[in-house]
């Protein structure tokens, strides 16, 4: 695969890219966020704010009930890819690299993460988008099914126990690194509600740990 050459800023727009896995894996912490600075900035072509709008208000996730399970819940979620064609179909997006991302192989590593986002402000945040507002509203669903289930004093949103897949954390957690990154060089006040919406969807995930660790304490003091 072709390998990213470091160019100037100022000749972006002229040059494509390829990160590769390996790239991003030779380089020392100090050269990698160097690399991530020079990347993660204001594009030329601008920000889509037109197609992140239009998936914020998608919803192409869904729970695979399957095993009859309703508060436990991992590796249960599922991406309709059909839709996600037909509503990238018109954009410049590149259409295999987000399906890679709201999809990833199993287990994807942050080096290979990090490369399919390629360098790429509007791919991170149309994909970043795409995810926090689709888990956030999945989330969302299955805590309010839960809670019409269980009795008035035992209503509790940690009951339920959802949590990521290795996959999707290295992802979610990628992609905020990025965010985090292109925030600091241009900050921008959608990249950080999306931010905020995506620590909401990490902290929700992790609940039912917090919850483990919460009554096993809570004899303490």
């Known amino acids: ?30 050269e990698r966020n160097s ?15 037109e197609l992140f709008d239009k998936l914020s208000s998608v919803r192409l996730l869904k729970v695979d009930n399957s095993d009859g399970e309703v508060y436990q819940f991992k590796g249960d979620f599922q991406w309709n890819m059909e839709g996600v064609d037909e509503l990238l179909q018109t954009s410049n997006i590149d259409t295999k690299r987000l399906k890679s991302i709201i999809n990833p192989n ?9 490369a399919l986002f390629n360098g790429d ?10 995810m926090a507002k689709n888990y956030e509203s999945l989330l969302s669903e299955i ?9 008035l004093d035992d209503i509790n949103f940690l009951k339920t126990n959802i949590l990521f897949t290795d996959e999707e954390e290295v992802i979610f957690l990628t992609g905020r690194t990025l965010l985090k990154e292109f925030n600091r ?15 909401s969807v990490i902290t929700r995930t992790n609940t039912g740990l917090i919850w483990d660790i919460a009554k096993k304490y809570a004899h303490v003091g």
């Open 1 to 30: 695969m072709e390998e990213y050459t470091e160019v100037k800023i100022s000749t972006r727009e002229d040059f494509k890219i390829n990160l590769t896995p390996e790239y991003i894996k030779s380089l020392k912490d100090e």
């Open 35 to 49: 690399l991530r600075s020079e990347l993660y900035q204001y594009p030329h072509e601008g920000l889509n704010y």
């Open 106 to 114: 199993d287990n994807i590593t942050y080096y290979d993460a990090e």
């Open 121 to 130: 402000p509007n791919l991170l945040l149309a994909s970043m988008t795409l």
């Open 143 to 151: 805590d309010s099914k839960n809670i019409e289930n269980v009795e």
């Open 185 to 199: 060089n241009s900050p921008n006040i959608y990249v950080q509600e999306l931010i905020d919406d995506i620590d």
